[in-house]
């Protein structure tokens, strides 16, 4: 949907909410929880992205569709085409193709908001999967001709001794069947991660909504206020 149009909906929902007149709060307040000083209502956008990360969750499953050829082949970070692997970069937004479709963009943007609240899990076994493994593309250490040599030295170091042996001894090399898996980050210390095929609509809109919740000084001046008072009690 065309962000002028989410913002037009948006806009008559909360003219709407104010009886058509001025608004006593700004659209980022809202949507937040009642104990937190919002009126829960939903942000479109947010929606949009909760449903873009339910076709991911989908398309990470195991489930067979002619549909998951045509996404993934469309799922680019500058230029390079790998398919679902694209998940398992640490991309920015400046660096998702302009040229995919954008429906694909809304992708790997509603993926890039929620990378807080997610980690790869599995890791490769055989030797094809190993080697389909994208292993240089990264935003924070960018690649330059002139660091080549340091880096296929030092990439020699980093891969596992397992992976090294299986590389040098492997005769046949079976078709790859790598794909990446991810889990939810548990709030809880200490916890594994759960499986982000658990995942549903209402989960993935409360980590878009937590994304982007707006700083209130005032709600956490007061939070941290009661707090200390119970403690006193």
């Known amino acids: 949907m065309p962000a002028w149009a989410v913002s037009?909906?948006?806009?008559?929902?909360?003219?709407?909410?104010?009886?058509y007149k001025r608004h006593l709060a700004t659209k980022d307040i809202l949507p937040l929880?009642?104990?937190e000083?919002?009126?829960?209502?939903?942000?479109?956008?947010?929606?949009?992205?909760?449903?873009?990360?339910?076709?991911?969750?989908r398309l990470l499953s195991e489930e067979k569709a002619h549909?998951?050829?045509?996404?993934?082949?469309?799922?680019?970070?500058?230029?390079?085409?790998?398919?679902?692997?694209s998940l398992a970069l640490d991309y920015?937004?400046?660096?998702?193709?302009?040229?995919?479709?954008?429906?694909?963009?809304?992708?790997?943007?509603?993926?890039?908001?929620?990378?807080?609240?997610r980690k790869r899990t599995g890791s490769a076994e055989s030797v094809t999967d190993i080697l389909n493994k994208p292993l240089f593309y990264s935003d924070k250490n960018p690649r330059?001709?002139?660091?080549?040599t340091e880096e296929l030295r030092e990439l020699f170091v980093a891969l596992p001794p397992e992976w090294s042996q299986k590389i040098c001894t492997a005769s046949v090399w079976p078709p790859p069947t790598l794909k990446p898996s991810f889990g939810i980050v548990n709030s809880s210390p200490g916890q594994t991660p759960i499986a982000i095929s658990l995942c549903r609509t209402r989960h993935f809109y409360t980590h878009l909504l937590q994304a982007e919740r707006p700083v209130i000084p005032a709600v956490d001046h007061w939070k941290q206020k009661l707090q200390s008072e119970r403690c006193l009690r």
């Open 8 to 19: 037009q909906i948006e806009q008559s929902l909360y003219d709407f909410f104010w009886n």
């Open 33 to 35: 929880p009642l104990e």
């Open 37 to 57: 000083g919002g009126f829960n209502i939903p942000r479109l956008q947010t929606k949009i992205g909760t449903l873009r990360l339910n076709t991911l969750r």
């Open 67 to 85: 549909w998951k050829h045509f996404t993934s082949y469309f799922l680019r970070i500058s230029n390079l085409r790998l398919g679902k692997m």
């Open 92 to 117: 920015s937004l400046q660096r998702i193709d302009r040229d995919i479709p954008s429906f694909h963009k809304e992708l790997l943007t509603a993926w890039h908001r929620h990378k807080d609240y």
């Open 144 to 148: 330059t001709l002139s660091r080549t």
